[in-house]
Structure formats: C-alpha cells, structure tokens
C-alpha cells in the first residue's frame, strides 16, 4: 500500500510575506475554502501575533473549516505568541500551533547573541507551554539546513521530549542541493523514529525549492509545505502544483499517494494570483500561460498528431481547458451566468451577485459574448475587496491636447464624504492626487501595469499597481471597461490595504 504524503499549505501566512503581498481577511477566509475544495490536509492561515488581521483571519477559517481539515497558526518560541495563536484556534476542530526559532551558528550567533546550551533550554520550556494548550504542535528549526547537525539531531529530540507532535526540517534559505536534503530527511527519520510525523519546507533561492520537496518526500517526510504560484520571501517557496503535478507525471519513482484533486489546481492559482496582484509568469511551470503553447513547427506538427510527444500531461488534469473555453451571452440568463461562475470557483453573497449580474449584462450588452476570463475578473472584484475606509463614489476626469488635465473624486469617508480637485500630469495622475487630496494619504506609485483581461480592443481593462507607505510595498487592482476608473479602483484597493496594514500591524522583525 502506497504511503499517504499531505500537503500543508502556507500560502496565506509564507505566501503573504511575498514583498506587496497583503490578503484581506475575505481573500483569506476565500483562498481557504477553495483549499479544501483543492484537497490540502492542513491550512497555515497566518501568524495570529502579527496583526489583528491575522487574528481575525484564521479564527474565521478555524470556524469555516472542515472537521477533516487542520486549521494551523505561526508562532515564534514566545508565550505571548502561543497564547495568541490559542486564542485564533480555539473554534479549530483540528488546530495545530507552529512554532519556530532559529538554530543555526549563525541565528544563534547574529539573531540572538546566546549559546547553544541556552537555546536548548529555551526550547524545552517553551514547547512544554505550547503541548499544554492540547493543541498539536509543529516545531521547525530555522535554517536547519546550515544548523550543525549534531546540535540539531539534539534539538529535535529536545523538542520531541518537551511536547512536539511534528518535526519540521526547514531548508529557509533554499541551500541545498536535493541529494543533500534527501540525507538530511533521511538522518532525521533515523534520530526520531518512524512513528514520528516529519514535515519538509524549502524555499526556492537557488531555484531547488521543488526539487528539494521531492528528496524530502524520497528521504521519508510524510507531510510537504508549499504555496500557491510559488509565493514567499524573496525567490519564494516550493509550489504546490509543481510537487502535486510531478508526483503524478513520476509515479514511476515516486510510489505515494495525496489527497490533492488536481482539476482545481489551475483555478485556485489563477484566483491567488488575482488577489495577491502577482502576475503568474508566462513560463512558470504547470500553470504559466505558455505551457500548453507550441511555437516551433516541429512542436505543433507533432503534437496534432500525439500530444504526449511534448507535453508530459493533459492540461484538464489541472482544470485547464485544451480547447476553446466557454463563452457566455446576453442570452445565457442569470442562471447560466450563475452555474458558470460556480464551475470557475467563484462563490459570491446575493448582493455581490446581484451586482455582478448587472456588470455582466452590460458588458455583454456591449460585448456580444463574455469569455471566462472576463467573469472571473468580474467575480474577484469582489473578493478582493478590503475593509474600506475609503470608498471612491464616483469621479470625473478631464483632459485633451490643448486642455489642462484635471480630475475630481468625491470620496466616501467615515466623517462624511469628500470632493476635491487636483491637476497631473495626464488623467491617471490627476486622479491619483485628487484621492490624496481627499483622504490625507499619500503613497508613492513604485510600478504601473495596465492591460486587457482578454484578446480585443473591447476587452475588460486590468490595472495592477504598486504603491509604497512607509518602506511597506502594497498592490492594488482595478478592473473596468475604463482605464481610468480602472486606475482608480486600483489605487483605492492599495490604498484601503495599507490603511488596514498601518492600524493593524505588530512590525515583525525575526522569529525570535
């Protein structure tokens, strides 16, 4: 019988410390149901000493989840965070608290400035306080991958005898090579035993996040953290898609089996990729837009005639469509408009629907027929919605070649709203200074996307943008079949989140 490896997802704590990453609590709670629907075994909803957005994100998840589905929080090696994450969890059928701490010669040394004597004794009393919540614990050593592997076979079973359910093999700055992180697995199996749950986590700086995942798993690892597209610090961390995907194409060397369903991967990562406001690269593997897309004649010649001479899977596998996809009208009604936004992923409230209904009649109206791509922007406009402080009610824009450019924006606030005008240099940036105007909250704009949902001239406009308060990077994104109120819906989006961030956010600064 083949072993069962889970996947613990990390997307919505490791995955949002990507630089202008910044979910809100309806992203969250959102991206958590469709990872149930996905199959993971384990969410890791964030870090619930952080923010009060953290807090409030994972009690929501704790609540929503499955009696299958394990609700997880980060916490560093301090009561204050383990009490909080109690806190976060209590409503959790299955909570499990990860605690971390750096052990390294260089964490014990820089982060630190202790001996290893001292951090072991600091790991077997703060794990005895974690095991007493009677909540499972997860403990990770920080770079365990460059920590002296002596002290760490002494750590792990330190923290084994404090309390720890689950030993966590981090390789935090992606050094290894994967035959040298399959031996480490492997030593660590030996100094724990076999009836101990190991878990593996690698990021991806030398590019061997993926890779690394696969030897952990080859070395005895029951249990791989991944994110969604690949998110987290710096280069990111091991994808999800990628381990799941190859796992299957390599069943051959890679006798295991998951609880993943592998047709929502393509929806779910297309949809985090909209609520993030990161891009999903063209060549990223499994997901990116040219994988199934064939330039060369030889390429294309062969494929017509056998699929499988250059492409390892059949897209559907994922949820892909290798053929056209489905393209609704004026005429599908509000219930073929409703079914098709359920078999994309898509949950909205009644009044969400409502709206979303009347933007799609419109747009079809205009348009003749939307394409999925288009409903989907239409769907996660409202997802990817923040608490608003700030509401744009409307606005007007002026300009032309002999005209100065002036925009006006009436903006709701919570003294009343607010009407100011401001001059700028072309529409875009008028708008963007009478919002300043208005709210008091000034932002500098680090990067400007603009481009079409879909193909055509008459395609849904998308604006994604990056603003920056405070050396604190936030993105935000418009869609509208106006450039300019797409711009404008954008700016309010980054806008709300640093609002949100700035009064809800502890400044985090090392896992100490």
Not at 200 to 212: F, I, Q, S, Y
Not at 262 to 284: Q, R
């Amino acid at each position: 019988m083949s072993k069962i490896i889970q996947f613990t997802d990390v997307t919505l704590r490791d995955g949002e410390q990507t630089p202008g990453v910044s979910f809100s609590v309806r992203e969250k709670t959102t991206v958590a149901s469709l990872l149930e629907k996905l199959g993971v075994n384990c969410i890791e909803a964030g870090f619930a000493s952080a923010s009060a957005s953290d807090m409030e994100a994972i009690d929501k998840i704790a609540r929503q989840a499955k009696s299958n589905t394990t609700v997880c929080s980060l916490a560093r090696c301090k009561v204050e965070d383990i009490d909080a994450a109690a806190r976060a969890l209590a409503h959790a059928s299955k909570p499990k608290i990860h605690m971390i701490i750096g052990c390294s010669d260089i964490h014990l040394k820089y982060k630190f400035g202790t001996t290893p004597e001292e951090m072991l004794r600091r790991i077997k009393s703060i794990i005895s306080y974690g095991a007493s919540t009677g909540m499972q614990i997860q403990f990770s050593a920080e770079d365990a991958t460059r920590t002296d592997r002596e002290f760490l076979r002494t750590v792990y079973l330190t923290a084994l005898e404090a309390g720890a359910d689950i030993i966590n093999i981090t390789d935090t700055v992606g050094y290894c090579l994967p035959h040298e992180y399959e031996d480490l697995v492997r030593n660590v199996r030996s100094w724990v035993g076999d009836d101990v749950l190991l878990s593996v986590h690698c990021h991806n700086d030398l590019g061997l996040a993926t890779a690394n995942s696969l030897a952990g798993i080859r070395g005895g690892a029951d249990i791989v953290e991944c994110t969604l597209n690949a998110m987290g610090e710096r280069a990111g961390n091991a994808s999800l898609e990628e381990v799941a995907i190859a796992m299957r194409v390599r069943a051959d060397l890679m006798d295991y089996k998951d609880t993943i369903k592998a047709k929502h991967i393509y929806p779910i990562c297309k949809a985090v990729a909209t609520y993030s406001g990161l891009s999903v690269g063209h060549n990223k593997p499994i997901v990116g837009d040219n994988c199934f897309t064939h330039q060369s004649g030889i390429h294309q010649n062969s494929v017509l005639k056998n699929p499988s001479t250059y492409e390892l899977f059949n897209p559907g596998l994922i949820g892909r469509t290798s053929g056209g996809e489905l393209m609704l009208s004026k005429l599908s009604g509000r219930h073929g408009f409703e079914e098709r936004l359920k078999e994309l992923g898509h949950e909205l409230a009644k009044e969400e629907l409502d709206d979303a209904f009347t933007r799609f009649m419109a747009l079809a109206e205009f348009r003749k027929t939307v394409s999925d791509k288009e409903i989907s922007a239409i769907a996660q406009s409202y997802t990817s919605k923040v608490n608003h402080t700030y509401v744009l009610k409307n606005y007007q824009s002026i300009s032309g070649s002999n005209a100065i450019t002036t925009a006006t924006v009436n903006i709701g606030m919570p003294g009343g709203d607010v009407l100011k005008a401001a001059a700028g240099d072309g529409p875009v940036d008028a708008i963007f200074r009478a919002i300043e105007e208005a709210t008091g909250f000034s932002m500098k704009l680090r990067s400007f996307d603009v481009k079409g949902v879909d193909e055509g001239k008459d395609s849904l406009c998308e604006v994604r943008l990056i603003m920056e308060k405070d050396g604190r990077r936030f993105i935000g994104r418009g869609i509208s079949a106006d450039m300019i109120a797409a711009s404008a819906h954008a700016y309010m989006n980054a806008l709300n989140r640093a609002v949100q961030v700035v009064e809800s956010f502890k400044e985090i600064t090392s896992y100490e």
